[in-house]
């Protein structure tokens, strides 16, 4: 059945959003690992962003299970917020803990004003801000790292 595109980003795009990440990184996960040189050729890229993003969706899922009993939805800043504090706690290795902090500094300009969701201009300010968070939050950022 085709779906009808979404043209805003709320709560449940949150959720669906982690779900298909989660997805696509597991799937992708042994190939990361094996292009993982920097800093050291350890190989466990993929499988540190897998772990990260599934501590994520599951503190999504968990926002959402508290609402299942009754009609009301989580809001936009209630799912992103999860999402942030889900990679954060569970954030793994050096790729984990930059995911976790592009999550948090997409979470700061979601959650401004408590709207139920947002559209492509307020994701575009969104993802910049996550991509400058992360950066900032690294001492000494190197090309051909998660960062890039």
Known sequence: MAQVPQTFFDALAVRTWCGLALGAIGRA???IDAINVFPVADGDT???????VESATGAVEAVFAGYELGEEVPTLADAVRAMAHGALIG????SGTILAQLLRGMAHVLTE???THIDGEGLRLALRHAADAAR???AHPVEGTVLS
């Open 46 to 52: 993929g499988t540190n962003l897998y772990l990260t």
């Open 91 to 94: 954030a793994r290795g050096n």
């Open 136 to 138: 900032e939050a690294v």
């Open 29 to 31: 996960r042994e190939e």
């Open 113 to 115: 004003g408590e709207a």
